[in-house]
C-alpha cells in the first residue's frame, strides 16, 4: 500500500507544479549589446534574469447599494424664484462606480437638463460636498484630481445662487499613478 502511494504522490505533484509557476508567472529580463532592456515571459537568452515582483494591489469600488436621490419631487418642483424646476438633471460621464485610470487626472464631467437650463439659471457643480464653479455649458473639465473615490452633484441654481434642481450623486473612482510605483 505504502508503494502506490508514492507514484499517485509523484504523479500529483508533477502534474501541478507546472500548473502552479504558470499561474504565478515569472517575468525575465535580458540587456544586449547594446544597452537595450527587454522584459519577457520567457527567458530570451543564457543572460536573462528572472526578476522578482511584488504582488499587483487589489483594487475595489466601495460599497454603493443605493444611489442617493436629491430630487425627491420632481414633478411640480418649484425653485425658490417661484419658476417651475426641472423634470430632471442627470450626470451622463462618468458613469456612477465607475473606475478608470488617468494618469494627468483629468476628469470630463457631462450633464443634461430637462428641459434646457432657463434664462437666468446655471449649472453649479458640487465635488466631494463643495460647491466649486458655475457655467451655463453643460460640462466642466477638472484638472490634476487627486486618486480616489469621488462625489460629484449637478445643481441647477438662480441668479441668487438658489437650488432649483439637483442630479443624483454620482460617484466614481479615479486612478492614478504615485511617485512610489
Do not use: C, K
Amino acid at each position: 500500500m505504502f508503494r502506490s502511494t508514492i507514484p499517485l504522490t509523484a504523479l500529483v505533484l508533477a502534474f501541478l507544479l507546472p500548473l502552479g509557476t504558470a499561474v504565478a508567472g515569472e517575468i525575465y529580463r535580458h540587456v544586449d549589446e547594446n544597452g537595450n532592456v527587454t522584459y519577457s515571459d520567457e527567458p530570451f537568452s543564457d543572460n536573462s534574469q528572472a526578476m522578482e515582483l511584488e504582488p499587483l494591489p487589489e483594487v475595489s469600488l466601495p460599497d454603493s447599494p443605493v444611489r442617493e436621490s436629491r430630487n425627491s419631487e420632481r414633478e411640480n418642483n418649484r425653485g425658490n424664484d417661484g419658476q417651475q424646476g426641472y423634470e430632471s438633471v442627470e450626470i451622463t460621464q462618468p458613469e456612477h462606480d465607475s473606475a478608470f485610470w488617468r494618469g494627468d487626472g483629468l476628469v470630463v464631467v457631462r450633464f443634461q437638463s430637462q428641459p434646457s437650463l432657463r434664462p437666468g439659471h446655471r449649472f453649479a457643480l458640487e465635488l466631494d460636498g463643495e460647491r466649486t464653479r458655475r457655467s451655463r455649458n453643460t460640462s466642466f473639465t477638472l484638472e490634476n484630481m487627486n486618486r480616489g473615490t469621488h462625489e460629484i452633484v449637478i445643481h441647477v441654481v438662480n441668479a441668487n445662487g438658489e437650488t432649483i434642481s439637483s442630479s443624483d450623486v454620482t460617484r466614481f473612482t479615479l486612478h492614478r499613478p504615485s511617485q512610489l510605483n
